[in-house]
């Protein structure tokens, strides 16, 4: 019987280019209060899946839909400063 990691090489071969770059490791840090309240939200709204909301689970949702409203809009506001600002920075 053959091992399936003998024949991995064949399926996926591992290549130097599948770490991700500087800019991406960037972007994402630059992203990640809008990643963290898109989990909470998901999580909030994972937890009444299976029940009727209660008043607090209900709280709860609306608190992680608007952290994910301002966090987006402070990233759209952050990329809008960073286009118009006259050095280009990004």
Do not use: Y
């Not at 689970?57 to 608190?63: A, F, H, L, P, Q």
């Amino acid at each position: 019987m053959k091992s399936i990691v003998a024949l991995q090489n064949l399926v996926t071969p591992w290549s130097d280019g599948l770490e991700p770059s500087d800019a991406e490791l960037d972007a994402i840090e630059w992203e990640m209060p809008l990643i963290e309240a898109d989990v909470e939200l998901l999580d909030a709204e994972i937890a009444v899946l299976d029940r009727t909301p209660s008043e607090l689970d209900e709280r709860r949702i609306r608190r992680a839909r608007r952290k994910k409203l301002a966090a987006r809009r402070m990233l759209l506001n952050q990329a809008a400063a960073a286009v118009s600002m006259p050095g280009g920075v990004a």
